[in-house]
Each structure stands twice: as structure tokens, then as C-alpha cells.
């Protein structure tokens, strides 16, 4: 049942947990960012310890020349702290369990400019393992699903936000629209028929939801389009749940340019053009 274990991320009919699921935050289901970032060098000279304050991206640490001079190197992969159980394993698109994310980007690093290099990516959370093929019937199924999480979790945010820290009061505004609005589809499992008549007679309800979680992404530069570090931190966890993840977020490249623009990502997700302007 495609997104049942993410109802459960909120309280749904799903008892299957796993190790990395967090109470609601930015967003439940995506773990942090940072995991995912290759971030930017940021170069800020500290008299004694040159190194305090300069950030390498993942999987390289920082290191001084013979003038004292700090630079990022890559990280031994040896050095990288010992994985304290199963749920720290990561996934390359190589198709091999790593330790955690930092011995995947340790070893990542240590391939740059080579073309293994260049296609290799931090695939999904946990232990590679066979990915069913995702049929036809299921990808259509995928969006219906993807729809109605997207609005519970900004519904579920809107409830817990009292401390003003997990939506703006621009998101706010929008979000309470939605929870006070009397038509809106409760929070639950609901069928595939029922999915689709609602997004038909409530489509407005849909249409935030689907821009917010595109923002909440598109943080690397912020620029409009996702990249596949960026789009990471929401499909990685999703991939080893729902075994049609990959393949969605594939299609939603329409140009295949290797990018999701938002027009794409809407398109994907049955928003109109015209929403996207």
C-alpha cells in the first residue's frame, strides 16, 4: 500500500517504524539536509587554530599546509566514526552498503574526477536490497498518495507550531486555509478512487502543499530546479518504502536534463502550468 508506512510517520495504520523516523520537524519524513549537502568551502582565518572555523563539504576535513594555511582535503574513510547499528548504513547508486553517509562521501571524495566518481550518489537510507520493479498501475498510484501526505504533514505542522519555528507566518496563513477549510480529506488511508475525487473537488488544497515541499528542497543554490543532492534528503528515506520513489522522481525530469524544474515537479504531481507562475 504505497505511502502506509508514511501515515505512520503521523499517527496512521501503519505499525512498521524505522530507526531514523523523527518526530514532526521541517519535514517528518526527510532526514537532514546536512546528511546530504556538499555544501561550499567557507574560508575564515582563526589565529590559533586556522581549521575552527573552515567548512569542508562532505567528506573531506580540513587540514593546515606548511604556511598554516587551512585547506579541505578528502577524508580517510578509515577515520570516520564506527557505525552504531544497521539504520546508520547508506545505499550508493553503486549498489553497495556503506557504514554511514560519511564513509560513503569519504570514499566519494577520494574518486573525484573520475567518471565512477562523477555517477556515483548517495542512493537511499539503510542496506541495499532488492527494489522491486515499479509497475505502470503503481506510478500512477504514486502522485495520489504523495498529494495527500504532502498536505497532512503542512496540517500537522500548522498544529504543533507553537513556538512560530516550523512554518512562517506567511506558511501559516496558508496552511490554516486548509486546516479550518470544512471539505478537507481527515488524515488516514484512505482508497485510490476516494484520492482521486478529492484532488478533483479540492484541488486548491493541493497546490501549496506541493510548492512547499519544492522549497523546502531547492536550498543549493536556491534557483529553481532541483538537483539530485537536493532532492535527496526526500527520496532517500522514501526509496526503501515505496520502490516506486526512484522511478517517479526520474519521469518528473521530463527534459532529462538531469534536473527537476519546478514546472516538472508540479507537472508530476497534476498542478497546472498556470499555478506555476
Same mark, same amino acid.
Given at each position: 500500500?504505497?505511502?502506509?508506512t508514511?501515515?505512520g ?11 531514523w523516523?523523527?518526530d514532526v520537524g ?6 537532514e539536509?546536512?546528511?546530504?549537502d556538499?555544501g561550499?568551502?567557507?574560508?575564515e ?5 586556522p581549521c ?12 593546515v ?10 577524508q580517510?574513510?578509515?577515520t ?6 544497521e539504520?546508520?548504513?547508506?545505499c550508493?547508486?553503486?549498489?553497495k552498503?556503506?557504514?554511514?553517509s560519511?564513509? #560513503?562521501?569519504?570514499? @566519494?571524495?577520494?574518486l573525484? *574526477? ?5 555517477? &556515483?550518489?548517495l !542512493? ?7 527494489i522491486?520493479?515499479?509497475l505502470?498501475?503503481?506510478l500512477?498510484?504514486?502522485?495520489l498518495?504523495?498529494?495527500?501526505w504532502l498536505?497532512?504533514?503542512?496540517v500537522t505542522?500548522?498544529e504543533?507550531d ?6 512562517t ?9 486548509? #486546516?479550518e477549510?470544512? @471539505?478537507r480529506?481527515?488524515? *488516514? ?5 476516494l &484520492?482521486?475525487r !478529492?484532488?478533483a473537488?479540492n484541488?486548491n488544497?493541493?497546490i501549496?502543499p ?9 536550498q543549493?543554490?536556491?534557483?529553481g ?7 535527496a ?6 526509496i ?7 522511478r517517479f ?8 536534463? @538531469? ?6 515537479w508540479?507537472?508530476c504531481?497534476?498542478?497546472?502550468e498556470?499555478e506555476?507562475?
Amino acid at each position: 500500500m504505497v505511502f502506509q508506512t508514511l501515515s505512520g510517520l503521523q499517527g496512521g495504520p501503519s505499525s512498521e517504524k524505522t530507526s531514523w523516523e523523527v518526530d514532526v520537524g521541517t519535514n517528518p519524513v526527510q532526514v537532514e539536509v546536512g546528511e546530504f549537502d556538499e555544501g561550499i568551502e567557507v574560508d575564515e582565518d582563526v589565529a590559533e587554530n586556522p581549521c575552527l572555523n573552515y567548512q569542508c563539504k562532505k567528506g573531506k576535513v580540513c587540514e593546515v599546509d606548511e604556511s598554516n594555511t587551512p585547506m579541505c582535503v578528502c577524508q580517510d574513510p578509515s577515520t570516520c566514526p564506527p557505525a552504531e547499528g544497521e539504520f546508520e548504513h547508506v545505499c550508493g547508486t553503486d549498489n553497495k552498503t556503506y557504514d554511514s553517509s560519511c564513509h #560513503f562521501f569519504a570514499t @566519494k571524495c577520494t574518486l573525484e *574526477g573520475t567518471k565512477k566518481g562523477h555517477k &556515483l550518489h548517495l !542512493d537511499y537510507i539503510g542496506p541495499c536490497k532488492l527494489i522491486e520493479p515499479c509497475l505502470d498501475s503503481e506510478l500512477n498510484e504514486f502522485p495520489l498518495r504523495m498529494r495527500d501526505w504532502l498536505k497532512n504533514v503542512l496540517v500537522t505542522l500548522y498544529e504543533r507550531d507553537e513556538d512560530n519555528n516550523l512554518l512562517t507566518e506567511k506558511q501559516k496563513l496558508r496552511v490554516k486555509k486548509i #486546516f479550518e477549510n470544512e @471539505k478537507r480529506l481527515q488524515a *488516514g488511508d484512505h482508497s485510490l478512487d476516494l &484520492l482521486a475525487r !478529492d484532488f478533483a473537488k479540492n484541488y486548491n488544497m493541493y497546490i501549496f502543499p506541493v510548492h512547499w515541499q519544492f522549497g523546502q528542497l531547492d536550498q543549493h543554490p536556491i534557483d529553481g530546479y532541483l538537483t539530485h543532492s537536493e532532492l535527496a534528503p526526500l527520496r532517500a528515506p522514501l526509496i526503501p518504502m515505496e520502490h516506486c520513489t526512484t522511478r517517479f522522481f526520474e519521469e518528473c525530469d521530463a527534459d532529462d536534463d @538531469k534536473y527537476i524544474a519546478l514546472e516538472e515537479w508540479a507537472s508530476c504531481f497534476g498542478i497546472k502550468e498556470r499555478e506555476c507562475r
